[in-house]
């Protein structure tokens, strides 16, 4: 158990709502990142949080945006759903950078019909 | 950017052997980290060693070990004494330095399904 806890584990949406990601982060920890992992790939890298700003971003549109709390907690929105964004929605925390590594919740499976 | 392979997509060994996974990168840094990341049915990433650029001591951890070899950019698992636990997707990934604290996040290879037959 790594103390980061994804909610909810399973989400269906219809394509074109809005879905929120939340994600509480390893306690201490004040670094929070996300991920998508489409089915049989690694994870690919969505953006960072580090006090509460955003200081990295992968690339990805401006529909995926988020949120970091004052407890470190986030959230993943994403609007205007796609089919393609059916995915396994990964958050990690880390303390500062990942040099010490990052350290994963379990996932939102997010299916989009 | 950095890109991360992983060449094997699957690999399958009896309880108790030794197996090796491989991993190769490309970067232009000189100082980054690199990682092994287990991923069993349940979804979650679960760190399993980490190695620091610069270092040029292998990480081991219990029955893992790296081998690291920075002027050919190779980044091998291996995994001793392999255990039926041991079944799961592993990931290798990078992570820069210079992008001020993970700011670029990691970087993952395509994975490699490791089986561990009884």
């Known amino acids: 158990e790594t103390g980061v806890t994804q909610s909810p584990t399973h989400l269906i949406k219809t394509r074109g709502q809005q879905v929120t990601l939340r994600c509480s982060s390893q306690s201490g920890h004040n670094t929070v990142s996300w991920y998508q992992q489409a089915l049989g790939q690694g994870p690919q890298f969505i953006f960072q949080y580090y006090r509460e700003e955003e200081n990295g971003r992968g690339n990805f549109p401006p529909r995926f945006s988020g949120l970091q709390f004052p407890n470190y907690s986030s959230e993943l929105n994403v609007n205007a759903l796609e089919l393609d964004d059916s995915a396994l929605y990964l958050c990690?925390?880390?303390?500062?950078?990942?040099?010490?590594?990052?350290?994963f919740g379990q996932g939102t499976r997010l299916t989009v019909v | 950017a950095q890109t991360v392979t992983q060449s094997q997509p699957e690999m399958s060994v009896q309880e108790a052997e030794t197996v090796t996974l491989s991993c190769t990168y490309d970067?232009?840094?000189?100082?980054?980290?690199l990682f092994w990341y287990k991923q069993p049915p349940s979804r979650q990433m679960i760190l399993v060693i980490r190695q620091e650029a610069y270092k040029q001591q292998n990480a081991t951890e219990n029955r893992f070990s790296v081998n690291f070899q920075k002027a050919a950019k190779s980044f091998s698992l291996k995994i001793s004494d392999s255990q039926l636990g041991d079944t799961a997707m592993y990931f290798c990934a990078f992570m820069s330095v210079y992008s001020g604290g993970g700011a670029d996040g990691l970087t993952f290879g395509k994975g490699t399904h490791l089986i561990i037959q009884p």
């Open positions: 970067t232009s840094e000189n100082n980054y980290y």
């Open positions: 990690a925390s880390s303390l500062g950078g990942y040099g010490r590594g990052a350290f």
